[in-house]
């Protein structure tokens, strides 16, 4: 059987998460989230009163999706290499997906349907829990000592 120290199961889980975040965005992309995104908008702004609008291009959508997965790619790298800058970023990088997934499930909720993202997004919320159950404490105390 394996066995990983704490600094390599920190990175691995995020590696996890990052894989995670790399299906989401295929399916995000596949099943053309940018073409609902508009739709649900204007849902949520009569919900909420927010005046907002997202519209965005496809290949725009598609670019930033790939921009974000590279970024978690390299992160991940930091994480392995237990640059301590990398803890707090990757923590704040698996709340902001955390927020995704969960409005991925809410907005499916509402419509009462199928909206791109929604499926992709449990295995997010999962992977970024166990992320930061499993090995935030752990890792920020052998990341931070001197």
Known sequence: MLKFNRSERFA???LLFTLAQ???SIEEIVY???DWQPVADLQM???FQFRGKMEID???FAVMNIVIIVLLFLLTIQLYRIEAW???VSVLAAFIEILNGTAHLAVMIYFGQYFPGCITAVGLL???GLFLVNN???AVKEFTKD
Do not use: D, G, W
């Open 136 to 138: 935030y404490r752990t």
């Open 126 to 128: 999962i992977c970024a």
């Open 12 to 14: 691995l889980l995020f």
């Open 32 to 34: 053309r989230l940018y």
């Open 45 to 47: 702004n009569s919900i």
């Open 86 to 88: 990398a803890v707090p």
């Open 22 to 24: 790399v299906l989401h």
């Open 58 to 60: 496809s290949n725009l």
